[in-house]
């Protein structure tokens, strides 16, 4: 994920936790989720973030609290997950979603 991008989006969390007067520590009792998790985000640093299926669930539970419309905020960073996905060349293209399994007798199992 580009970093400056991931910057950008924290920055725009940052900002509506702040319009609502909240804290990260509030935020992290409230949602159970790690303060650092939520720094991380705010900080756009990738390092200490958890896969996306992970992140893109706190932010849900971040919003929700929040009372603000979540959906923007979904999409921004699916946008910026899935460009990374794409431009790291983390999709195999080689991937079967089946595994081969044999038998002892040679034969392909499904």
């Given at each position: 994920m580009n970093n400056k991008r991931l910057k950008l989006f924290g920055s725009r969390l940052k900002e509506t936790i702040e319009e609502k007067g909240m804290?990260?520590?509030?935020?992290?009792?409230?949602?159970?989720i790690r303060k650092v998790f939520i720094e991380a985000l705010i900080n756009g640093d990738k390092e200490n973030l958890p896969d996306n299926v992970f992140v893109i669930g706190y932010l849900k539970a971040i919003l929700d609290f929040l009372k603000v419309d979540k959906d923007?905020?979904?999409e921004e960073y699916k946008a910026m997950?899935?460009?990374?996905?794409?431009s790291e060349?983390?999709?195999k293209e080689d991937?079967?979603?089946?595994?081969?399994?044999k038998s002892k007798s040679n034969c392909l199992l499904w």
């Open positions: 804290t990260v520590n509030e935020i992290s009792r409230a949602t159970k923007s905020f979904i997950a899935d460009s990374e996905e794409v060349g983390k999709v991937f079967s979603p089946l595994p081969e399994f």
